[in-house]
């Protein structure tokens, strides 16, 4: 019988399925090292969420076949270790894409018209505070797309249809083929200077690393508003934070933090102009089904000799 580790839980009707094809599956206990250390030595295949796995935590995993990715972002999983061991590493493409989308254009929305300030003051008794603070209309307004991927196309997607938005993108690889709606841009400094919007769709590498930061913000729009539902790491925090008081940023929503949960001393966490979410973006109920199901039929297939449908690392 293969055991499956699921340090952090996971959708179940995932865990159903698993049990019903005769699998051990064992929820936590932690995802701490310590505890990963522990656990993952009797593990077959490991099913990884957000939590950071080591070098050492995956070198532990003496019997481990397959790591199966709840999600599309694999800076958390030391993948050239994998890659030593054999290992299937696996995604769930495309099972988060539209929840995803949604959720950054709820932030834009909620950033352009500072929703949360408009929250808190009215429970003060401050309804006068409808004269004193005024939101940002979207539609027509120009949404620069940092990466147009199948999130980043789908965020085109709904802002122009629904809004009229005028799009522009730029990403490191140009895809073959770009929408009609969406003016490509050659480098990013075009989309910081001319976007009125920014959002960001691209993985955290050591070239996106850092990448929004004082030296960007000071080539984009004064007022511009900046959206992170990709990877916390992108944004210079202390940067955008500045950028915020001093209101070359207007206002700004993110959903991932460059340590997560984020620190109390985050200079972003007592800002007024700024929409915090808890890097749920992804965690609707449809998508969690559906990123847990990829992985339940990932490690289905690794141990019943069939090629997983979204490998990134395969054995030799």
């Known amino acids: 019988m293969y055991k499956i ?10 865990k159903d399925f698993l049990l019903q094809k005769g699998y051990e599956i064992q929820v936590g206990p932690g995802f701490d090292e310590e505890t990963l250390l522990k656990e993952i030595p009797s593990a077959d295949a490991l099913i990884a969420r957000t939590a950071l796995y080591s070098e050492n935590v995956i070198k532990a995993g003496t019997k481990l076949k ?7 972002g694999v800076d958390n999983l030391p993948l050239e270790q994998a890659k030593k061991q054999n290992l299937w590493v696996t995604i769930a493409k495309g099972a988060n894409v539209t929840s995803v989308a949604e959720h950054t254009i709820t932030l834009i929305l909620a950033a352009a018209n500072l929703l949360p300030t408009f929250h808190d003051e009215i429970r003060k008794g401050n309804f006068a505070i409808r004269n004193k603070v005024h939101g940002t209309e979207i539609s027509g307004k120009k949404l620069g797309l940092i990466g ?3 999130i980043g196309s789908k965020v085109a997607e709904i802002a122009v249809k629904g809004f009229g938005m005028k799009i522009l993108a730029f990403d490191i690889c140009k895809p073959s083929i770009v929408p009609d709606f969406v003016e490509w ?3 990013l400094e075009d989309v910081y200077k001319e976007a009125d919007i920014i959002t960001l769709h691209v993985p955290l590498t050591p070239e996106t690393n850092n990448l929004i930061n004082k030296n960007s913000i000071k080539l984009m729009k004064d007022g511009v508003i900046i ?3 990709a990877r916390g790491g992108i944004v210079n925090e202390h940067d955008l934070a500045e950028a915020l008081k001093n209101g070359k940023v207007k206002s700004a929503g993110l959903d991932v933090f460059s340590k997560e949960p984020p620190e109390t001393d985050n200079p972003l966490l007592n800002l007024e102009n700024i929409v915090l979410t808890p890097h749920n973006a992804a965690l609707t109920d449809e998508a969690a089904e559906a990123m847990a199901m990829s992985c339940a039929v990932a490690v289905d297939d690794v141990f019943n000799g069939r090629t997983p449908k979204f490998p990134i690392v395969q054995p030799n």
Not at 5 to 12: A, N, R, S, Y
Request: aromatic share 0%.
């Open 5 to 14: 580790l699921i340090p952090q839980d996971i959708h179940p009707k995932a």
């Open 66 to 72: 397959i790591i199966a990715r709840h999600g599309v």
């Open 148 to 150: 147009i991927g199948a």
């Open 185 to 187: 841009k050659n480098t």
């Open 227 to 229: 959206v992170n539902c």
